[in-house]
């Protein structure tokens, strides 16, 4: 696609309940993160995926958190028994040819958890 | 770890003024990238500008220019001629670079929410 794209653009949710947000990167490219922004916390980096991948997931903030990508392609981040604090907006971005420096953001999941 | 630091929570000038918004970070990586993005309150992160730690010359886009100093881990953006479209928040990042492209993720500063007035 022309850009990176994420669904739903907002989620309310009940305290407990599982979340599953989508992004779809930019066609062809290999590298996907994962970013949080809270009012609290700022932006933080979640995980990043190199093909199908998660060389790095140091970021996820409990085991509640998980994130899978298939085929090189789509990844959905999945937030079980879901916390008020969870509260944030999730934002993907991608990244790869042409431009393998630069990460390209969607615009973002806003979650909140009553 | 890196850190990033923003020190500048809001700014405001008028519109067609000069504003430098400053930003520092700390870091044992020699071979780095550094970011300026902008979000407006749309959410949508917009790169601003680049540089690329081992280029010295200072990275220019328009209206925007940075004043990299590696010795002293600082790296301002400058805005020339602001317009109403420039109030957003404004992230300076860090990422680390590897063979094959940046392998980690972005470390954001606490941002600065810039304001025009007109």
């Known amino acids: 696609g022309a850009g990176v794209s994420q669904s739903p653009s907002n989620k309310v949710t009940e305290k407990g309940k599982d979340v599953e947000l989508r992004c779809d990167p930019i066609?062809?490219?290999?590298?996907l993160y994962w970013y949080r922004q809270s009012l609290g916390q700022g932006l933080e980096f979640l995980i990043y995926?190199?093909?199908?991948?998660?060389?790095?997931k140091s970021g996820l903030p409990s085991d509640r958190f998980s994130a899978e990508r298939t085929g090189g392609s789509v990844s959905t981040l999945t937030i079980q028994r879901t916390q008020q604090e969870d509260s944030a907006v999730y934002l993907c971005?991608?990244?790869?040819?042409?431009?393998?420096?630069?990460?390209?953001f969607g615009p973002g999941t806003r979650l909140t958890v009553l | 770890a890196q850190t990033v630091t923003q020190s500048q929570p809001e700014m405001s000038v008028q519109e067609a003024e000069t504003v430098t918004l400053s930003c520092t970070y700390d870091t044992s990586e020699n071979n780095y990238y550094l970011f300026w993005y902008k979000q407006p309150p749309s959410r949508q992160m917009i790169l601003v500008i680049r540089?690329?730690?081992?280029?010295?010359q200072n990275a220019t886009e328009n209206r925007f220019s940075v004043n990299f100093q590696k010795a002293a881990k600082s790296f301002s953006l400058k805005i020339s001629d602001s317009q109403l479209g420039d109030t957003a928040m404004y992230f300076c990042?860090?990422?680390?670079?590897?063979?094959?492209?940046?392998?980690?993720?972005?470390?954001f500063g606490k941002g600065t929410h810039l304001i025009i007035q007109p």
């Open positions: 540089q690329e730690a081992y280029k010295q």
């Open positions: 066609s062809g490219h290999t590298a």
């Open positions: 990042a860090f990422m680390k670079g590897r063979s094959g492209g940046g392998a980690d993720g972005l470390t």
């Open positions: 995926f190199q093909g199908n991948s998660a060389p790095d």
């Open positions: 971005a991608s990244r790869g040819w042409p431009t393998y420096n630069e990460q390209f």
